[in-house]
């Protein structure tokens, strides 16, 4: 079944980096974009960006201009998220999502599990 | 002010219908827009319930029941998800997002409660 599971569980300090990563399964990798979302605790859900497997092309809001980097290996259809510069408000359970249409759509499905980043010192 | 404003909560009873807003900022027109909303449950990813721009234009997610419908309040620049027949199991976080500005964009949710 079409699936994409995430990495596990971080801890990081303050100013580091954390990447965290998105494997497909189930269907063609490069057919669909891959879209990012995060959760901040008790919050809403907040996009952070999109990238296109097949291309390598990305977007992402301009809020994390700078500070995130989204790319993938195909040769494991797998994304990744990469956020630097980190700080406590970073804290959130962070998703990743397919675009269901393919691209440029917002039918996000499936979603990953959520990996939780917990910024700390 | 938000680019998608949802009310934080909602009550209603089982098996009566609940209409949940999603208003658009002043100079952003609702019928311009696709709007897409999801539904999500304490410690689970968020799920695609459907897509609505027009009557004539809208998507049902995959098992989607159909007392879930898609609807918009052009006069007041809303978006609407309407739930009808109420369950137990629709209490839960249900959020509208856009296409705006090159940028998803999510509305701050609504908190269903059935009681």
């Known amino acids: 079944q079409v699936q994409l599971v995430q990495s596990g569980t971080e801890v990081k300090k303050p100013g580091a980096s954390v990447k965290v990563s998105c494997k497909a399964s189930g269907y063609t990798f490069t057919s669909y974009d891959i879209n990012w979302v995060r959760q901040a605790p008790g919050q809403g859900l907040e996009w952070m960006g999109w990238m296109n497997p097949k291309t390598g092309d990305t977007g992402h809001a301009q809020k994390f201009q700078g500070r995130v980097t989204l790319t993938r290996d195909t040769s494991t259809s797998t994304a990744y998220l990469e956020l630097s510069s980190l700080r406590s408000e970073d804290t959130a359970m962070y998703y990743c999502?397919?675009?269901?249409?393919?691209?440029?759509?917002?039918?996000?499905?499936?979603w990953g599990q959520g990996t939780l980043v917990t910024v700390s010192s | 002010q938000a680019v998608l404003t949802q009310p934080s909560s909602l009550s209603a009873s089982p098996g009566a219908s609940a209409s949940l807003t999603c208003t658009l900022r002043s100079g952003i027109n609702v019928g311009a827009y696709n709007i897409y909303w999801y539904q999500q449950k304490p410690g689970s990813p968020p799920q695609f319930l459907l897509r609505y721009k027009s009557a004539s234009d809208k998507r049902q997610g995959s098992g989607v029941p159909s007392r879930f419908s898609g609807s918009e309040d052009a006069s007041a620049n809303a978006g609407i998800l309407l739930i009808s027949g109420l369950q137990s199991e629709d209490e839960a976080d249900y959020y509208c997002?856009?296409?705006?500005?090159?940028?998803?964009?999510f509305g701050g949710g609504t908190k269903l409660t059935v009681l």
């Open positions: 999502a397919r675009d269901n249409s393919g691209s440029g759509g917002g039918w996000f499905a499936p």
């Open positions: 997002m856009i296409w705006h500005s090159s940028a998803w964009v």
